[in-house]
């Protein structure tokens, strides 16, 4: 009867390790796209041993040894976030939009207004993914959406002017939040912060991200790394409809 205890209880522990290793790596596309490249490079090793490629072979292997020292250092942010959140429940949004129409219209009037006045915005729409990690080092608001509201976060000089705002469904969740800036080759080198930001909070999560250039009044909705220009109502309304059901 021990034995068979002993059995269960292994299997149990070994089932949590991989789950969490699963959820680490599979939760972030960053993380995940590092993951991809770490399994591509022990095929490699494992390859060069199989054929006998000797100097393949040292060379990979010396590479495969250091490994797990630069995941913890290069991923040591997302692994303590991950251990912060290990054993909290997450923040159900199954099924969770902007909400109304009426939302809708308050965060699309207020990009037009302060794109017209050449002021700078970042705005973040949550859906699925939740975005409380930022929003917990934010200035939490929980306030309904409003034109005014929006327009007056983001006027210049200002306490928070420069963070993004959060939106889930109908509410403000958040003012003030700083995002890890994406290092993405794509982008314009000449790309502003914002629109770097927004890249980066896109590339980890399913959220869609209005940026307003202060430089140009240009507006650009980010979603999955894809940036729009979307600078009249119509264009903004189609893609927000789009992405938010």
């Not at 902007?98 to 990009?111: M, P, R």
């Not at 929003?135 to 993004?164: C, Q, W, Y």
């Not at 889930?168 to 914002?194: F, N, P, Q």
Request: net charge negative; charged share 20%.
């Amino acid at each position: 009867m021990p034995e068979i205890l002993s059995i269960v209880l292994d299997a149990y522990l070994l089932w949590i390790i991989v789950y969490f290793i699963l959820t680490f790596f599979l939760g972030s596309k960053r993380v995940f796209r590092i993951f991809l490249v770490i399994l591509f490079i022990y095929i490699l090793t494992w390859v060069a041993g199989l054929l006998n490629l000797q100097i393949s072979y040292q060379i990979l292997d010396y590479v495969s040894y250091w490994i797990p020292l630069f995941v913890i250092l290069v991923l040591s942010p997302d692994i303590r976030r991950s251990f912060e959140s290990a054993w909290v429940s997450e923040t159900a949004l199954e099924g969770m939009t902007i909400g109304s129409q009426e939302t809708k219209t308050h965060v699309v009037e207020a990009c037009m207004y302060l794109s017209s006045q050449n002021i700078g915005a970042l705005i973040t729409i949550e859906k699925y993914n939740s975005l409380d990690q930022y929003a917990e080092r934010a200035i939490i608001m929980n306030a309904k959406v409003s034109k005014e509201l929006l327009i007056n976060i983001f006027i210049p000089n200002t306490p928070l002017h420069d963070g993004a705002v959060i939106i889930r469904g109908d509410e403000i969740r958040c003012a003030g939040a700083y995002y890890v800036l994406s290092e993405t080759e794509k982008h314009d080198k000449t790309m502003g912060s914002r629109h770097r930001a927004a890249l980066g909070i896109s590339e980890v999560s399913d959220s869609l991200t209005i940026v307003v250039s202060e430089e140009t009044g240009t507006i650009t909705i980010v979603v999955e790394g894809i940036m729009i220009k979307a600078n009249d109502r119509e264009k903004m309304y189609e893609y927000i409809n789009m992405y938010i059901k």
